[in-house]
């Protein structure tokens, strides 16, 4: 692990702490959480980091691994690292189940009442490729609770092809547990459901694009536990079982340029002014990119408000950078 030089202090820039290819547990014996970080009765806090390519082996946790803690990722300014991925997370894997039943959190663990974000600082990250047999992002069990906004969870799993089962994204396990997650971005994940509910666990799912559109994935398995959910962006219903609007199926919710892993929004995507504040509790401060929402196209009919769905605020820029020209899609 290595600490990058803070930049650029004038204009509140920063480059990030990284914590890469470390590996727990490497002789195999069942004793090993956490593949970067390790969490006991502990606080945390992960702005400005990178975690890439960390492995926990027969154990949980690929990045971080929380017991009784709490974690949070309170930047409010921009970074200059990966693409402005403030708290950032790509390839960290649970694996090799040779002695444990299941490995679980690809990237986050949290067990015994650990606090994933909060109210008044929800946790914003960026997901990618992250991989275990549940929960290959995020997963939650013995009460504990995450409050999720304005996050990506990018091509996540590899549908069992490896050495994990990947059978979600999130996984919430166990009566007291619970998710929320305000206007975040699914997509291209390789798992069999992106939403996972069990055991009496709850997710809340609102102003979110869920677009995974592999062969058999599901937004949700749920065996009876509570999800609920409100104008949100599916790629299928069948899972859900009802929908109510403002929430829509969309096969394609406009994103810029997915084969270059653009998740910004067109102009012209259903997301785009759809949503607003109902059953959300958090006050909505900026999008990922540090927009600011709402931001009220005038030509755009709205929903029921301005609130863009998913991780990202459509910014109708036209010119930039001193009058250069600028994209006029999401930035």
Known sequence: MYKRQQLDYDNNQYNATNIGYNIANTDGDEIGEGGGIYALNSSVDVAFAVFISNQVHDGHGGAIALDNSKIGSSHINSCLYYNDKCTYFENNRAEQDHLMGENLGGAIYAINQTEVGSADFPFKAYFKENKADHGAGIYLLNQSTANIQNSYFISN????SGDTND???????????????????????????????????????RGSIVNDINPGNKVLTNDASTFNQYCNIYHEIISVGFIVYPTIIAQDPGFVDVENSNYHLKYSSDAVDRCDLNGINEFIRTDLDGDSRAIDIPAIINGPGAYDVGADEYNDVIFSNSFEPGASSGD
Do not use: Q
């Open 167 to 205: 059978n979600s994204v999130i996984k919430v396990h166990g009566g007291g547990s619970e998710a929320l997650i305000r206007f975040s971005t699914f997509a291209h994940n390789s798992t069999v459901s992106v939403l996972n509910v069990e055991g009496g666990g709850v997710v809340d799912l």
């Open 157 to 160: 799993g590899e549908l069992g």
